[in-house]
């Protein structure tokens, strides 16, 4: 059974720093695609990190890029997203998901998956 258990987030005054964890298990996490969404009240869940971890390929959108980094630990089975220079349009929930059958391209094919396993989400909240 897939599972996708995430931790930590918070609250953190713009320009600050947040780290996001997701615990993998369930599933054989060197062969998937790994992701990190966020999703506004009302609003569809984005992409802001994937990780192709059948080559280690990563892609950021640029609203995320140069700020955002996927950190992952194939021993521990662990995704987690450090979160620098945060501003207040940042402020969402945060979700990590996996998707089985699109690893072995690229971060950006990753991107364009489907994800059917998600974690529960956690809140991050940066003030001005």
């Known amino acids: 059974q897939v599972q996708l258990v995430q931790s930590g987030g918070g609250s953190v005054q713009a320009g600050g720093s947040l780290r996001v964890s997701c615990a993998a298990s369930?599933?054989?996490?060197?062969?998937?695609?790994l992701g990190w969404f966020r999703q506004y009240p009302g609003k569809e869940r984005e992409g802001v990190a994937f990780?192709?971890?059948?080559?280690?390929?990563?892609y950021y959108p640029d609203s995320v890029k140069g700020r955002f980094t996927i950190v992952h630990d194939n021993v521990a089975k662990t995704l987690d997203l450090q979160m620098n220079n945060l501003r207040p349009e940042d402020t969402a929930m945060y979700y990590c998901?996996?998707?089985?059958?699109?690893?072995?391209?690229?971060?950006?094919?990753?991107?364009?998956?489907?994800?059917?396993?998600w974690g529960q989400g956690t809140q991050v909240t940066v003030s001005s």
């Open positions: 990780l192709d971890n059948g080559g280690g390929s990563t």
């Open positions: 369930g599933f054989y996490f060197r062969r998937s695609c």
């Open positions: 998901a996996a998707d089985l059958d699109g690893w072995g391209k690229s971060g950006v094919y990753c991107s364009t998956r489907q994800y059917a396993h």
